[in-house]
């Protein structure tokens, strides 16, 4: 396969999968903004949500205040922001045009339609409620990727598309656990510090904090069918992290991603699998009491650093190097 057709292939994949992250995080801040907390609670939260692409100092450029409206405007329509919404489904859209002809008919009009669907959408922006935007980028995300598995050839098209979206959520995931924990240490020094009453507020937005990490990757309910008690960092970190039948865990990404690159190997291909060997044996022989003895905003920094070098790696033996992601 050429690399200009498998680089567009990877990245529709890949920028797809990062809209659909994306309208999760922002419809979990945006519900869970609407929650009684104190305001610097608030605050943090959006703040966080920068942190974890990394587009705080691209925000300030463009705006004065941290705040939900400006948050929700930069990460939605700003299309000087290449992580908005509107720039990922932009982007996957474009990929998937040039690639046509190594797709399915149905596979491209989902992205073309989604595409044309929100030009409508972004000339009412003003009267359009968040949280249906965010919901409806969600869906056509889902509806994208089933049409990718029920109408595809199981071959390498299929292959470089799910490379792309695992190397994706893997990341995302990572992020989020690793921004939220810091967040949940400011709420754990504001319980430790203020006195019973403010404490008691930290305790029940608590809940809500982890609750909105799970459903950020839409993990809430699998959380309660494993463990049917109290919601604990803990156990949502053994979720997320290491947990085999998590479809957005860390080490199922990792074992799926496996087998795909045997199946579009080639005479580069060997340095990948060796770190993704690596990476395998230490999320197999690890658990969770390492982790946090280890410390997980350490731990969470490591694997970031790994499967970015991977991802690395993969775009220099298949695909079309590019200066920006």
Request: aromatic share 10%; proline share 2%; net charge negative.
């Amino acid at each position: 396969m050429l690399s200009r057709t498998a680089d567009c292939l990877y990245w529709m994949a890949r920028y797809t999968e990062r809209a659909e992250n994306t309208a999760r995080m922002l419809d979990v801040n945006h519900q869970t903004s609407l929650l009684p907390q104190p305001a610097e609670f608030l605050e943090q939260s959006w703040k966080k949500l920068l942190t974890i692409s990394k587009l705080e100092e691209a925000f300030l450029e463009k705006y004065d205040v941290v705040n939900r409206e400006n948050v929700l405007d930069f990460m939605i329509y700003e299309t000087s922001n290449p992580s908005s919404i509107v720039s990922c489904l932009f982007s996957a859209r474009e990929n998937a045009r040039v690639i046509r002809g190594r797709i399915t008919s149905e596979a491209w009009e989902t992205q073309n339609t989604t595409w044309l669907e929100l030009q409508h959408i972004l000339d009412a922006r003003n009267q359009s409620d968040p949280s249906r935007l965010l919901e409806w980028v969600k869906h056509r995300c889902h509806l994208f990727r089933g049409v990718m598995h029920g109408t595809m050839l199981k071959n390498e098209a299929f292959y470089f598309m799910n490379v792309g979206t695992l190397l994706e959520r893997a990341d995302n995931t990572a992020r989020i656990l690793e921004t939220k924990y810091e967040v949940q240490a400011d709420i754990t020094t504001l319980n430790t510090n203020n006195d019973s009453k403010e404490g008691a507020e930290g305790n029940f937005f608590d809940f809500y904090h982890w609750a909105a990490l799970l459903r950020s990757v839409s993990a809430f309910e699998i959380y309660r069918q494993i463990y049917s008690d109290q919601v604990t960092p803990k156990q949502v970190a053994q979720l997320l992290i290491f947990n085999k039948q998590m479809p957005r865990s860390l080490v199922c990404c990792v074992n799926e991603l496996i087998p795909l690159i045997s199946e579009v190997k080639n005479q580069q291909s060997k340095e990948i699998e060796r770190l993704l060997g690596k990476l395998k044996a230490s999320l197999d022989y690890s658990d969770i009491d390492e982790v946090f003895t280890q410390g997980l905003e350490e731990f969470i920094e490591e694997f970031l650093e790994r499967i970015n070098h991977i991802a690395d790696e993969f775009s220099n033996a298949y695909l079309i190097p590019l200066a920006v992601a």
